[in-house]
């Protein structure tokens, strides 16, 4: 690890540790204290941050931030704080036959692991940060964390308000580019979370194996949404249009494809194109509800997933209610667009969109569906749009996703008695509520044993009593 911030970063993961040992693990009320201090930062400068957002994105609205960013965050932390008293207390377990006879007991402990790396994306650059934050000090860590580069806005001010909150042996922001998150990956952290893209992680989860930290990996990928042949077209185009649009598509959790039986294709497209223009029907480019691309470098990866689909042959539809002209403007806006019957090798069936981009794809049976699925690796969520209960377990039992919701998008992710994660390529671990302060806690097993001594009979030298002990054992 080279340059000045190297040894900056070293110094500033020592203190975290070295506050960790020297003062054990924190009571509840230490936890509870650190969970509100993150609570009173975020209603304190919620304004503020909002405007910091919105000027990172060249636009986002003051209510979407406070949506997706501030109130998600609150939300969270103030769950952990509701149950983290009952969260710590120890889980009793049963000894096996006849320790637990003669007197032993068994629980399992649940023990901070000490210091936690958070590397958080842009997207979403407050909750990213602040929900992963209600489990880490539930369980009673301290924080490292490392903000995008691409929120520099919003990243300096989290860095200038969690060291006016809190003190720098509990938690600590640090800042920089690309060569400071590398370095921040070979810390060696008790846990890291990063959440991003699977490009990155794999280099995150390299990194964390040459000091053996433990990683918990949210990632994407491309999650589908299926239309069952009994869904309500116009309710649930509604619903797929408000997750897809949300951030401009800018989630891991977006609907990514949509995959509807071929005959009910027509239907969908007409019902998207009414949601869209419910929504934005005033227009898009001007809109304050509809938030610009991050920068330019991503604005001009979609444009070029359109201009591939194009290229191939596909039947590529611009919603924009207004028609306006997006070739000049002062923010990265780009309408949502639909890309009809995609072939599979077009950039957009095979890369994560992260954008207002939604190709649609016919099938014939759900068989063709699910294998559709099955293909390509494990995505992050699921969304399946029906009343038909047999399809919709079908669906469920044999397709492996991170999470579902039923007839909505998104909705699942925002629970906080569901664990958020992935499975495979779209992530591992999970968190969230008492899933987060298990997924920060290292469950230590716990055995008091008897004062009994008859358990002598285990002790050498063997007899009789113990042969016939083990052999009934063996054929039990």
Not at 131 to 151: C, D, H, Q, W, Y
Not at 155 to 184: H, N, P, Q, W
Request: net charge negative; charged share 25%.
């Amino acid at each position: 690890m080279d340059g000045s911030f190297g040894a900056d970063l070293h110094e500033k993961i020592s203190k975290l540790k070295a506050a960790h040992l020297r003062e054990g693990f924190p009571s509840a009320e230490t936890r509870i204290a650190w969970l509100d201090k993150a609570i009173a930062l975020l209603v304190d400068h919620s304004d503020a941050i909002c405007a910091a957002i919105s000027e990172d994105f060249g636009h986002r609205s003051k209510d979407q931030s406070l949506l997706g960013d501030i109130v998600t965050s609150i939300t969270a932390l103030k769950y952990s704080k509701k149950y983290v008293r009952k969260w710590m207390k120890p889980e009793k377990r049963s000894p096996e036959f006849p320790l637990g006879l003669l007197g032993a007991r068994a629980e399992l402990q649940f023990q901070p692991k000490g210091v936690v790396g958070v590397i958080s994306p842009w997207n979403f650059p407050v909750s990213m940060v602040f929900v992963p934050l209600a489990g880490i000090f539930a369980a009673g860590n301290r924080a490292m964390i490392k903000p995008s580069e691409f929120t520099p806005r919003t990243s300096d001010m989290m860095k200038k308000l969690i060291g006016e909150y809190f003190d720098d042996d509990e938690a600590t922001v640090v800042t920089g580019e690309g060569d400071v998150g590398a370095a921040f990956t070979q810390l060696p952290f008790d846990h890291i979370i990063f959440t991003g893209s699977t490009g990155v992680a794999r280099h995150v989860m390299r990194a964390a194996a040459d000091n053996l930290v433990p990683v918990t990996l949210e990632l994407g990928g491309k999650s589908p949404a299926i239309f069952s042949e009994s869904a309500d077209y116009e309710k649930s185009a509604q619903r797929l249009m408000n997750g897809k649009a949300l951030n401009a598509g800018q989630i891991c959790t977006a609907p990514d494809y949509v995959l509807v039986p071929v005959s009910k294709k027509t239907e969908l497209v007409e019902n998207i194109k009414k949601a869209v223009a419910t929504m934005y029907g005033a227009g898009i480019k001007d809109n304050d509800d509809y938030t610009s691309i991050i920068n330019q470098r991503h604005y001009d990866r979609l444009k070029g997933l359109l201009e591939d689909a194009r290229d191939k042959g596909a039947d590529v539809i611009e919603l924009n209610p207004q028609g306006e002209d997006f070739s000049q403007q002062q923010h990265l806006k780009m309408p949502p667009y639909l890309i009809l019957d995609p072939s599979d090798d077009m950039a957009v069936m095979r890369e994560e969109i992260f954008g207002p981009i939604l190709p649609v794809k016919g099938y014939n049976g759900v068989d063709e569906a699910i294998d559709f699925i099955n293909d390509g690796p494990r995505p992050l969520a699921l969304y399946y749009f029906g009343d038909d209960n047999a399809e919709r377990d079908r669906i469920l039992s044999r397709t492996t996703v991170g999470g579902v919701t039923v007839n909505d998008t998104l909705m699942h992710v925002a629970q906080e008695d569901l664990p958020f994660g992935g499975v495979g390529a779209s992530g591992m671990g999970a968190y969230h509520g008492r899933d987060g302060f298990l997924e920060f806690s290292h469950k230590k097993s716990v055995l008091h044993q008897t004062g009994s001594e008859l358990i002598s009979f285990l002790r050498p030298p063997y007899g009789d009593f113990y042969r016939k002990q083990m052999n009934a054992k063996v054929k039990a």
